[in-house]
C-alpha cells in the first residue's frame, strides 16, 4: 500500500519505505487529484491551476505526459482513472495521510463524549504525529489555500481537545508549556485563550492567568470589534476573586453548558429520487480535505429543494453531535426578505449567547456568530436565500460544521467567491415521478399518471397539490386536465386554478409569482413574452422582435431569467420554459398586457420569421419577387397592421404570401395565442404563422423536392406543425 503525504511537502511512501516527492507540477496535480479523491477532475481545471487561464496548444499533451509520470510514481497502489473528460485519483490501494488525521479525530472526539481521557489524548498525539509541516507546502498556488486552511482548522480543532483533556487529566504545567505557541498562532481562537487561563490558574500562575485575559480581550476587540465570550469573562472574573477553578474529571474541560439546537423542520413523510444529489451531499461531507463545505441547493420554484434540505439533514443528525441550526430567509415569498442583521440574533441565542451580550450592527454579530461556531460540527440550513449577499454574514468561519443553502437564484457569488458546491435541482426524472405519485397513495393506473405527471410537469410541489385535491374531494378538475394534458385550455389558468389547495404556500401560481415579483421591467416582459410565442422555446431572435427589444437587451433579460430558474437552455442561444411554467406565462401576458400590445409583437414574430425565411420556393417560381421588393414590403407592413385575417392576401402583400387563420389542430399550449387582429377569446381562431406559398401550379412540378424539404424545414423552425403541401 503506498501513502500519498500532503501535511507538509507532497511526497509519495511506498511499502518498501522508500519516499519519492513529485516535482513541481506533478506534486501540483498529485494534490490536486487529493483533493478531490474519488472525484473526477476536469481536464480543463487541470490545465489552468497548471498553466493558467491561457495555456498554449500543447497543454494537453503535457497534462497527460505528466499523468503517465505520476502513475509510475504511485505504482500500484492507486490508481488514476480517465473518465468522462478528466481524471480521477482512486485510493482502494492506498491512503492520504490527511484522510488518516481525521479519521483519528473522529475517534478522540467519540472518546470524548465517554470521558476516556487517556484515550483521547493517545488519539490526538497520533494524529498530530503525521504533521510534517505545512500542508501542501512547497506549491504555490491559491488554489489550494482552501484546502490548507481547512486542514490548518482541524489541527487546532485538534490540539484543543487534546490540550482539554491532559486538564482534566492534571497535567496543569504540560498545557501551559505547550499552549503558549498556539495561542500566538491562532490568537482569534477563544478556546484556547480559555484553555491558557484555566492551565495558569491551575498552576499557581494568577497574574499571568489574568495577563492572558487582557491580551485576549485586547485581541478579539482589535481584530474582530466584539468582546471576549461569556466563558472568558466568567474566567477573568474568577481569577480577579482567586475562586478555584475546578475540572471536572468526567468532562473533557471546565466549559459552559451548550445548548444543542435541533430547529429543523418536521421531515416530510413522502420524499422520493435526488440520489445523484443526495451521493454528493454525503461524499461532501465526508471528504477529508474538502476546503469547503457549502452547499448550495439551486433550482425554480417546486423542484423540492427545502424538503431535500430537511430531509438529509434528519438522516445526517448523528454526524452533527453539537445541533442543527435551521432558519428561512424568505428570498422569495409572499413577505420581505429576512435581513440577517434580525436573523443573526435567533441564532447566537440558540447558540447559548444571552440576549443582552449581542451586539447591534451586522459586522458585529456576524463576528460573534463565527466565534460561536468556532470549535463546533454542527449543520446550518439556511433555507431560500434571495442572493448571496443575503447568506454570506451567516456561514459559519471554519470548515468543521456543513452549511447547505437553498434558493431559487444560482448563487454564483457563492460558487465563486467561498468556494460553495453547487447542486441545481430541476423537475423529477420519470422513473421518480412515478415513484411519488404511487408513495403519495394515488390510486392511478400507468396511462393516468403519465397524464398526471405531464399536467404536473413532473415537479415535486404540483404533484402533491393534485394529490391534495384528489384526496379532498376535487378530482372533477383533474380528470378533465389528465384526459388531454397536452392541450391548455382556452382560460390558460385553469391548470393553475386545480394546482391550488387555498394557500399562498400551497398554490403553484403563488411560488411562480415570487419568483416573478423579483424581475426587472425588461425581464418580467421577456418572460409574459414567452406566453404569447406558439412554441414553447425561442432563440433570442425571435424573442428580440416579440419584446421588440436589441439582441443585447434580450440577451440580458434571459440571462436574468436563467439565473432565477425561470427559463432554461436547451441549446446554444436557445431557451424554454416548462408547461407549468408556460401556462404561468400566458396568464399573465394575458391579464398584463394589453390586447393590442399582444397583437403587436405576435406581428413582429411573423414578420420576424418571414423577413428571414430563405424563400427557397421562389427560386422554383418564374415570376417571383425580388429580394429588394420584399424587404420594401416589409418595412412598409411594420408601419401598418395587416387587415385581413380572411386567408387571402392582404393590400399590400406581394402576390405570393397570404395569411391563414383555418382552423387547425392546435400545437401544445397555442390556444392562447392571439393572431395579429383577432383574440382567440372571442373568435377561437389560431393565426399560423404567415407563409409564403407559391399560387402556380406549373411552379411546383419544377422543384417538388426542395419545396417539400423547405415546407418541413420551416415548420420545424416555427415549431408549428409540418405546412401542408402547397397545391
Known sequence: MVVVEVLGPVQVRRDDGTVVRPPGLQALLLSMLVVDADQIVTTDRLIDVMWGAAPDDRAAHRLQSHIHRLRRTLDTGATIEADGGGYRLSLEGGAVDAVRFEKLLAEARRAAEIGDHDQVVTLCRDALSLWRGAPFETIETTRLAGASRRLHDLRSSTWELLLASELSRGNHETVAREIEPLVREHPLRERLHELLVTALSLSGHHADALGACERARTWLLDELGVEPGPRLRELHRMVLAEEAILVDPGTSVPKPSRQVPAQLPVCPRVFVGRTDVLRELDEGRSRAVDPVRIFCLTGGAGTGKTALAVSWGHAVTGDFPDGQLYIDLRGFGPDEPRDPTEALPGLLTALGVPTAEIPDGE?????????????????????????????????????????????????????????????????????????????????????????????????????????ERMRSGGAQELDALLASPQDVPPDAGARLDVLDVGEDRASVRGVFSWSYRHLDHDSAWIFRCFGISPSAELSLGPLSALAHLDERATRRGVETLRRAHLVEPVSRGRYRLHDLLRVYAIELSENHDPESARQRAFARLCDHYLERAPWPWWSACPTRPTIPASRTWQAGRRRQEPTSTSGQPSPGSPPNVRISSSPRRRPPAAGAIPSPQTSPRSSGAICTMMRPMCWRSDCMALRSERLAMSTMLLGRALRIDVLPSPR
Open 363 to 467: 459586522h458585529e454579530r456576524s463576528a460573534l456568530f463565527r466565534s460561536a461556531m468556532s470549535g463546533r460540527r454542527m449543520l446550518v440550513v439556511l433555507d431560500n436565500a434571495k442572493d448571496a449577499d443575503h447568506v454570506r454574514p451567516l456561514l459559519p468561519g471554519t470548515s468543521e460544521s456543513v452549511t447547505v443553502v437553498t434558493s431559487r437564484s444560482q448563487l454564483t457569488g457563492l460558487v465563486v467567491q467561498e468556494g460553495a458546491h453547487r447542486l441545481p435541482l430541476g423537475p423529477l426524472s420519470p422513473e421518480e415521478t412515478q415513484q411519488l405519485i404511487a408513495d403519495l397513495g394515488l390510486p392511478l393506473d400507468d396511462s393516468q399518471a403519465d397524464s398526471l405527471a405531464a399536467v404536473c410537469s413532473r415537479l415535486p410541489l404540483a404533484l402533491r397539490i393534485a394529490a
